[in-house]
């Protein structure tokens, strides 16, 4: 399969089983052209980016009825999903066969995740605060810093627009004793967007280990609230600022911790204006928030607070007619507030950008570079470049190289020297070059995207025994982090969809062949084969649709030993509109009731039957 890659992803890239319309033609020229601004930072329509995209709407959020934020990616392009349990439990998302903390979660721009673990709580999204998803794969750290080996993927809170203030609210439950409900408000004037919500979402869940703790379901509740404003002053200025806080209580089956009590939160205020013509500048603040208290019969065992503090500063400057520049600074702060002891409890990170983009005829050039001063570590520089080329009207062809790195956690470098873990000071941050060939083809009514790529990872961080290791108990053993190993990823990812008259459909498949070179075994968690259909249809004021998702099997261990086996499920959903604002929403998930596992020991929901009742205010 390794060798066969690279061929069929070229044939498949030049030879698009789809319409042969030219964009923008034909009878209904309503186009699949999403913009984005992940990519580069810069706004651009997913046909113009020279990088893997994926955009999820909030009118396929909303199509797709999904109870937690996994449902919304899982299966994707490039995008794998392992969780040890439902609604609430620690989840990771990779993208490319990458680790999940390989992954870089963007809120609105504001980076996210633990400073202690190094991962996003990806588990703690609330779907129904979200406008719009984009998945960018491949590595941005010559863009956004560290983390960004695999790629990114930017959660953006929902917005006013102009018009009079129009309340949405929804109402639903199901099976797992499940609630939620939510109100929102979302409006604006010549001047001033903004908008208001509040969601809460309340289940009492599953039993998530079957011979861990106790057999009692592990419940989860969130209560989220999102809000965000703008207001443009005369001179051209812009106030600008957002929220999206969650707070709530996840129940596990653990040695000791039964229930976790979190916040996950970002907020951001800035401004941006005009400096010249051509020159566009912005400065903005934010504060992310990852915190954990854990608890044992209701008893404070541990705390994990993380706090990061984050100053931006953003040039966008027009060099041309066809030439844009994006250069600015990041400056953040990490800080850890626990009951454990570590050695250090903060560290900065100033980090230098540059994007340069340019049309020459039907080609397209990018570049970008960063720099990254790092109190533990010192410095480290990493770039990328891309090339497109405009083959057809339809279909377009890109290639490029980046290097990334992702800096140590705390957990790594400073764990108190106690019990069978301890941090490493000496830690090297993991380094990443990764190759994208790729092709897109878009009509006016379907598009498909294929790419193939090639990663490998330098200095991996894996915990080693370092102590106690050959005494014959394995509870004394002691272990310590360490660059020791070394990956090679490859694949190839397929992604297409249409808007046909009433039918809708989107089709990702993914092929991996992710490997530790080190060992030869294959990396844990990572599919050799994953693939997601959606299919909807519009009958009327009646909407069916449906997802399959498949996966092959995988190995739950580094030494290839736990054999997790492959999956298939089908999900089907329903919704009527009552009148133009009230509509009423039903899914089955799971339909075959499959038992299966993403991650060992941890058990998956069964059939599950839910409705909602929905209210959007029209104008």
Request: proline share 4%; glycine share 10%.
């Given at each position: 399969?390794?060798?066969?890659?690279?061929?069929?992803?070229?044939?498949?890239?030049?030879?698009?089983?789809?319409?042969?319309?030219?964009?923008?033609?034909?009878?209904?020229?309503?186009?699949?052209?999403?913009?984005?601004?992940?990519?580069?930072?810069?706004?651009?329509?997913?046909?113009?980016?020279?990088?893997?995209?994926?955009?999820?709407?909030?009118?396929?959020?909303?199509?797709?009825?999904?109870?937690?934020?996994?449902?919304?990616?899982?299966?994707?392009?490039?995008?794998?999903?392992?969780?040890?349990?439902?609604?609430?439990?620690?989840?990771?998302?990779?993208?490319?066969?990458?680790?999940?903390?390989?992954?870089?979660?963007?809120?609105?721009?504001?980076?996210?995740?633990?400073?202690?673990?190094?991962?996003?709580?990806?588990?703690?999204?609330?779907?129904?605060?979200?406008d719009r998803v984009e998945?960018?794969?491949?590595?941005?750290?010559?863009?956004?810093?560290?983390?960004?080996?695999?790629?990114?993927?930017?959660?953006?809170?929902?917005?006013?627009?102009?018009?009079?203030?129009?309340?949405?609210?929804?109402?639903?439950?199901?099976?797992?004793?499940?609630?939620?409900?939510?109100?929102?408000?979302?409006?604006?004037?010549?001047?001033?967007?903004?908008?208001?919500?509040?969601?809460?979402?309340?289940t009492e869940g599953i039993?998530?280990?079957?011979?861990?703790?106790?057999?009692?379901?592990?419940?989860?509740?969130?209560?989220?609230?999102?809000?965000?404003?703008?207001?443009?002053?005369?001179?051209?200025?812009?106030?600008?600022?957002?929220?999206?806080?969650?707070?709530?209580?996840?129940?596990?089956?653990?040695?000791?911790?039964?229930?976790?009590?979190?916040?996950?939160?970002?907020?951001?205020?800035?401004?941006?204006?005009?400096?010249?013509?051509?020159?566009?500048?912005?400065?903005?603040?934010?504060?992310?928030?990852?915190?954990?208290?854990?608890?044992?019969?209701?008893?404070?065992?541990?705390?994990?607070?993380?706090?990061?503090?984050?100053?931006?500063?953003?040039?966008?400057?027009?060099?041309?007619?066809?030439?844009?520049?994006?250069?600015?600074?990041?400056?953040?702060?990490?800080?850890?507030?626990?009951?454990?002891?570590?050695?250090?409890?903060?560290?900065?990170?100033?980090?230098?950008?540059?994007?340069?983009?340019?049309?020459?005829?039907?080609?397209?050039?990018?570049?970008?570079?960063?720099?990254?001063?790092?109190?533990?570590?010192?410095?480290?520089?990493?770039?990328?470049?891309?090339?497109?080329?405009?083959?057809?009207?339809?279909?377009?062809?890109?290639?490029?190289?980046?290097?990334?790195?992702?800096?140590?956690?705390?957990?790594?470098?400073?764990?108190?020297?106690?019990?069978?873990?301890?941090?490493?000071?000496?830690?090297?941050?993991?380094?990443?070059?990764?190759?994208?060939?790729?092709?897109?083809?878009?009509?006016?009514?379907?598009?498909?995207?294929?790419a193939v790529f090639e990663?490998?990872?330098?200095?991996?961080?894996?915990?080693?025994?370092?102590?106690?290791?050959?005494?014959?108990?394995?509870?004394?053993?002691?272990?310590?982090?360490?660059?020791?190993?070394?990956?090679?990823?490859?694949?190839?990812?397929?992604?297409?969809?249409?808007?046909?008259?009433?039918?809708?459909?989107?089709?990702?498949?993914?092929?991996?062949?992710?490997?530790?070179?080190?060992?030869?075994?294959?990396?844990?968690?990572?599919?050799?084969?994953?693939?997601?259909?959606?299919?909807?249809?519009?009958?009327?004021?009646?909407?069916?649709?449906?997802?399959?998702?498949?996966?092959?099997?995988?190995?739950?261990?580094?030494?290839?030993?736990?054999?997790?086996?492959?999956?298939?499920?089908?999900?089907?959903?329903?919704?009527?509109?009552?009148?133009?604002?009230?509509?009423?929403?039903?899914?089955?998930?799971?339909?075959?009731?499959?038992?299966?596992?993403?991650?060992?020991?941890?058990?998956?929901?069964?059939?599950?039957?839910?409705?909602?009742?929905?209210?959007?205010?029209?104008?």
């Amino acid at each position: 399969m390794k060798r066969s890659i690279l061929s069929a992803a070229i044939v498949a890239a030049v030879s698009p089983a789809v319409a042969d319309e030219a964009p923008g033609t034909g009878p209904d020229s309503a186009t699949l052209e999403p913009v984005q601004v992940t990519a580069t930072r810069l706004s651009q329509t997913v046909d113009e980016a020279l990088a893997s995209v994926t955009v999820i709407d909030r009118e396929e959020i909303e199509r797709l009825q999904p109870r937690q934020f996994t449902d919304l990616v899982e299966g994707r392009a490039g995008v794998s999903v392992s969780s040890a349990g439902p609604f609430g439990k620690q989840s990771s998302v990779r993208l490319r066969g990458t680790e999940s903390d390989h992954h870089l979660m963007l809120i609105d721009g504001v980076r996210m995740g633990s400073a202690t673990t190094g991962g996003a709580s990806w588990q703690f999204l609330p779907p129904e605060e979200i406008d719009r998803v984009e998945i960018v794969r491949g590595p941005r750290t010559s863009i956004y810093g560290s983390d960004a080996i695999g790629g990114v993927t930017q959660v953006f809170s929902r917005a006013g627009r102009e018009g009079p203030p129009r309340v949405n609210a929804f109402l639903g439950a199901g099976s797992f004793s499940t609630w939620e409900a939510g109100l929102g408000v979302a409006g604006g004037t010549g001047r001033t967007d903004y908008s208001l919500s509040v969601s809460m979402y309340d289940t009492e869940g599953i039993n998530v280990q079957d011979d861990m703790g106790d057999d009692d379901p592990d419940g989860y509740d969130n209560t989220s609230l999102a809000g965000k404003v703008a207001h443009r002053l005369d001179n051209g200025i812009e106030l600008f600022g957002n929220l999206l806080y969650s707070e709530g209580n996840t129940e596990v089956d653990a040695f000791s911790t039964d229930e976790t009590d979190f916040v996950h939160g970002a907020v951001q205020a800035g401004v941006r204006f005009p400096v010249l013509e051509q020159w566009d500048t912005e400065l903005a603040y934010a504060q992310s928030r990852d915190e954990n208290e854990n608890f044992e019969n209701g008893v404070a065992d541990s705390r994990f607070d993380t706090r990061r503090d984050q100053l931006t500063w953003r040039n966008d400057v027009r060099l041309g007619e066809r030439t844009d520049l994006i250069a600015g600074v990041d400056a953040y702060e990490d800080r850890v507030d626990s009951n454990e002891d570590f050695d250090e409890d903060s560290r900065y990170n100033v980090g230098v950008y540059s994007v340069v983009r340019t049309e020459l005829g039907n080609h397209d050039l990018e570049g970008s570079l960063r720099y990254d001063d790092n109190e533990q570590f010192g410095d480290k520089t990493t770039g990328q470049v891309a090339w497109g080329m405009q083959a057809t009207d339809a279909l377009r062809l890109r290639a490029s190289y980046g290097t990334a790195f992702k800096a140590p956690t705390f957990n790594d470098l400073y764990w108190p020297d106690e019990g069978w873990f301890r941090g490493n000071p000496d830690l090297a941050p993991e380094e990443s070059g990764t190759f994208e060939l790729g092709g897109r083809y878009s009509a006016s009514l379907a598009y498909v995207d294929v790419a193939v790529f090639e990663t490998r990872v330098d200095d991996l961080i894996v915990n080693r025994c370092v102590a106690n290791c050959d005494d014959g108990n394995p509870f004394s053993d002691v272990y310590e982090p360490g660059n020791v190993e070394n990956a090679r990823i490859q694949g190839m990812e397929i992604e297409g969809g249409h808007d046909l008259g009433p039918w809708n459909s989107r089709v990702s498949l993914t092929l991996l062949d992710a490997e530790d070179r080190d060992t030869g075994n294959e990396l844990a968690r990572r599919a050799p084969v994953s693939a997601r259909f959606d299919l909807d249809r519009q009958i009327g004021d009646f909407s069916v649709g449906g997802t399959i998702l498949a996966r092959s099997r995988t190995y739950d261990d580094a030494s290839n030993e736990e054999r997790l086996s492959g999956y298939g499920t089908m999900n089907l959903r329903a919704a009527y509109a009552l009148d133009p604002e009230w509509t009423v929403e039903g899914s089955l998930t799971n339909v075959f009731d499959r038992d299966y596992e993403t991650q060992g020991g941890f058990n998956t929901p069964g059939r599950a039957a839910f409705v909602k009742l929905r209210y959007q205010q029209q104008r």
